[in-house]
């Protein structure tokens, strides 16, 4: 068994994987991070972190901080929205009893649930 290492694939197969990667756009998006690492002035300290957040946001995937700051907005909103809720329940008149149906709640049939 050979290691990585000492593998030399043949040109042929070599030129074959290189087109590959140019026609899936992966030397592009490669070359674009590697150039974005290359110019950012405060080095990470994770490079290969970078390079796959980097990747990430390429490939149309969200990272943990956008799905983060999407999360943080919908509690906002339902926050926003269960005050809402609370200030139009406020205005209705209090119910009366009777209203919703002719019985208190939990007033069911007594007859039905006492034992025999």
Known sequence: MTTNSTYKPS?????????????????????KVLVNLYEEVDKPENALQYIIDKLSIQAGHETYDVLETKLNDAHTRI???EE????????????EPGECGGE???????????PE
Not at 16 to 23: A, G, P, S
Not at 84 to 95: G, S, Y
Not at 106 to 114: C, K, L, V
């Open 11 to 31: 040109e042929g197969k070599r030129e074959e994987f290189r087109k590959y990667l140019e026609k899936n756009g992966i030397m592009d998006a490669l070359t």
């Open 84 to 95: 809402q809720i609370e200030a139009q329940a406020a205005q209705l008149p209090p119910e």
């Open 79 to 81: 926050r926003e929205l």
């Open 104 to 114: 208190e709640p939990g007033e069911e049939n007594q007859a039905e649930r006492q």
